[in-house]
């Protein structure tokens, strides 16, 4: 598998370029899916001296062609130009797919914690200025919603994440007052019609349980073709926020390629 961070360029007009991570698995197809992947960390951690995603390398070896980008080091974690500069790399690798598979390779954004929110936003984007273009978005447990606010959420001290989130998204927001913004904070969207379709993951001890099923439910009631899949309770999932793996990494595969199948 090739892990190596690069400015990989796709557009001369990208100024300053992204850094993608590459990851291909064995399992490479003759078209096979493109997954944009956005990294958790808060809204805090910058800079690219991150050890290869656990996440990345799992979808790779399930099939995908993954770009991880670094819009942390570019944006400095900060609302909105962190979403430009996602966006930005979502929209170079749509106009360049026959450089990393074919054709008809489907596109699709995926991100963990700090990223899933990213890749939610990205959703709503591309919805509205890329229609048609993105196949489907991977949300793992999404740190979704700036009020924190949520029962599950009371579990997040447990494991030593409440006052990071906290300092996370005071961060991200900034004094913007962002969360106002669907994109900023996709769980106060009012207009989720229409977006691609979701496959949203998290577990039953997972603090960010509870606005990972709402944002789901909203998807569906609002028409998204959803995939929602929750890990038992003490299946380690909460090691994600630790950049660790654990017994439910093949079922995420499995997941994951299941819901790309429903697509074609």
Known sequence: MSVQWENIKFDQVAKPPVPMRLYEGAAKSKAPPLVLYLRGGAFLN??????????????????????????????????????????????????????????????FVAGDEAGGNIAAGIALKARDQMPGELSGQILLSPMIDPMMATASF???????????????????????????????????????SGVAPALVVTSEDDPLHDEAVAYAERLAAS????????FPAGCGWTGIYKDGGGKWMDALCAEFTGFVGKLN
């Not at 819009?71 to 996602?86: D, G, I, K």
């Open 46 to 107: 910058e800079g690219r001296n991150e050890p290869e995603r656990p996440i990345g390398k799992a979808l790779a070896e399930a099939g995908a062609v993954v770009l991880e980008a670094d819009y942390s080091s570019v944006s400095r974690n900060l609302f909105p130009q962190t979403m430009e500069c996602a966006f930005m790399a979502l929209h170079c690798l749509a106009g360049r797919r026959k450089q990393f598979g074919s054709a008809k390779s489907r596109i």
């Open 223 to 230: 028409g998204v073709r959803v995939t929602q899949k929750i």
């Open 154 to 192: 009371r579990k997040a001290d447990k494991i030593g994440m409440g006052e990071r989130w906290a300092e996370g998204w005071s961060h991200y927001l900034g004094s913007h007052c962002g969360f106002q913004h669907p994109y900023a904070a996709p769980c106060l969207c009012s207009r989720l």
